[in-house]
């Protein structure tokens, strides 16, 4: 079964073919950050007009890439949400559109569940069940997998997602759009001595989330130097900034792990990608005796190979989940819990 996934959630527009046999044979990317770079942050109306340009082209990119014909897709998967309403609303019109004439069923897929999965897709995939730290764009979430579907939310962030924290502290640095890769490389060159900042619910004894205030510190950090704050110190803030938020998020995976008892662990999202959390995890892994998984660091930001393999896997479970009624809505709000197993 070859499914063609399209995401559109919100600032890249992304298309691939995966078939339950051969695993993934496509997929094309186009960022939008260059665009909004000069926003400070992503304009919706801005990035959906954008996904109306890129969708086409790259579908005829992932088609021609895959040696598939039109014809030979039996199913096409969409990101429904959650996400900017109108980026999602061109995704689901694209796919809906393209499975009425071609007369191939379709399926909304739930943007969250596609990072979830996505390291599934590696070489090296981890078996169910495992512990997944869900770290994508306004979400950080701990979460049981038991299955596709089968998820059990252990905790979450109560404000500030780490993304969120990343982007609007490297906003207080002055350093440029999207925040978390510039601040994490600036990171690099700091002096971890040099400050402490707090580690919000690191002893909470649950596996609840809070970073609204390590911004706050960063913010406060940088009004107590005077308005020319030099690079070091901008490298020694954002190093400790970057060493606060990694240390609580290797600290509740641990606590995760050890409280259900499970031994492999799966990085998930945008953030999945940071290389100071990454040598946080793999030395924590090797002390405490668990594995843990990335997703290629091509799937740790949105895509369309975590749709399409997202669609492939429930289909395959149920394939009548898919429909032949192309009309759609798209939920910008879609809490993961309310996905039913496959």
């Known amino acids: 079964m070859i499914v063609l996934g399209v995401e559109s959630s919100c600032d890249e527009t992304g298309l691939a073919l995966y078939d339950t046999e051969r695993g993934l044979l496509s997929h094309a990317l186009h960022s939008q950050v260059a665009m909004h770079e000069e926003y400070g942050g992503v304009v919706p109306e801005l990035a ?168 706050t510190a960063v913010l406060t950090q940088v009004k107590n130097h005077p308005a020319n704050i030099c690079e070091q110190d901008k490298a020694n803030i954002a190093r400790a900034f970057v060493d606060a938020i990694v240390d609580v998020l290797t600290a509740k995976c641990v606590s995760a792990l050890r409280h259900t008892g499970l031994k492999r662990l799966v990085i998930a999202g945008g953030v999945g990608a940071n290389a100071q959390l990454r040598a946080s995890l793999n030395a924590a892994a090797e002390k405490k005796k668990f594995r843990v998984f990335y997703p290629e660091l091509e799937f740790c930001t949105d895509n369309g190979a975590m749709i399409a393999f997202a669609g492939a896997l429930r289909l395959k479970a149920n394939p009548s989940a898919a429909q032949h009624d192309y009309s759609f809505n798209v939920r910008p709000r879609w809490p993961l819990e309310e996905l039913e197993a496959a």
């Open 48 to 215: 959906s007009r954008d996904h109306i340009r890129r969708a086409l082209p790259l579908l005829a990119q992932v088609l021609e890439r895959g040696k598939v014909a039109k014809s030979d897709i039996d199913a096409i998967a969409y990101t429904q949400g959650p996400g900017l309403a109108g980026a999602l609303l061109v995704g689901s019109s694209v796919a809906c559109s393209l499975a009425l004439a071609l007369d191939k069923p379709v399926l909304g897929v739930h943007h969250l569940e596609g990072h979830l999965l996505s390291p599934l897709l590696a070489s090296d995939p981890p078996q169910f069940p495992f512990i997944a730290l869900l770290v994508s764009g306004g979400h950080t979430q701990l979460m049981r997998v038991d299955g596709v579907g089968r998820y059990t939310l252990l905790g979450e962030t109560l404000d500030d997602a780490a993304g969120e924290a990343f982007d609007k502290s490297a906003k207080l640095l002055g350093l440029g759009y999207p925040g978390g890769p510039a601040i994490s490389r600036l990171a690099e060159f700091g002096d971890p001595a040099a400050y402490t900042l707090p580690r919000p619910m690191l002893h909470s004894k649950d596996f609840n989330f809070s970073f609204s205030g390590l911004k």
